[in-house]
């Protein structure tokens, strides 16, 4: 079986043209990710993956009202979808530099990894009631070699590790221009 990096579209080969980047490849990586959560188990993720599943819902409805279809994200605002446009791209911020961390301290356990990447990214846009909902979740997140077993699905670790170095720079960059380019034009800030 091949590791789930290589069964999804890849953030890295999401074309961005000179105008911005690719809507309908953006949308196939996004959906990929959701995907990447019920790797993890027992819906711990579920209330991210519900979001994210209807952030792209929402992004992807406003892309198929417009014709002719928009080729980048960034021509598809301003517009109806700028909200879930910058939920998404949250969503999408988060996991990235929780895997990010990941990759970075080999020994860090996945938890600690998320943790940290919620209170960067996402603590600040939510209540007291949802961190605390959030940081139980957190818990229950699998140990790191399981996580790694899950998505690697039989393949070889350092396979995977480089295949998942390439998705999440490809990740990086589109967040870093869809969170510019969000605060920019006004839209929402990540």
């Known amino acids: 079986m091949q590791p789930y990096f290589e069964t999804v579209k890849s953030f890295a080969d ?33 209330f991210v993956q519900a979001d994210i599943r209807s952030n792209i819902k929402e992004v992807r409805a406003q892309y198929q009202s417009i014709d002719p279809a928009p080729l980048t994200v960034e021509r598809m605002l301003p517009g109806a979808c700028a909200p879930s446009l910058t939920r998404l791209v949250r969503g999408l911020a988060f996991t990235c530099l929780a895997l990010q961390n990941m990759q970075e301290n080999p020994s860090r356990e996945l938890h600690v990894c998320f943790k940290s990447s919620y209170d960067t990214v996402l603590k600040h846009h939510h209540s007291f ?41 490809g990740l990086d960059g589109i967040v870093q221009r869809l969170k510019e380019y969000l605060k920019q034009g006004g839209f929402g800030t990540v």
């Open 129 to 169: 009631v949802i961190r605390s909902v959030v940081y139980v979740a957190l818990r229950a997140v699998p140990h790191r070699k399981d996580f790694y077993s899950r998505i690697a699905q039989g393949a070889p670790h350092d396979k995977l590790d480089e295949e998942m170095r390439r998705w999440l720079a």
């Open 14 to 46: 999401v074309p961005i043209h000179p105008e911005g980047i690719d809507t309908r490849a953006f949308l196939e990586a996004s959906d990929g990710l959701v995907g990447m959560f019920d790797l993890l188990g027992i819906g711990i993720f579920g």
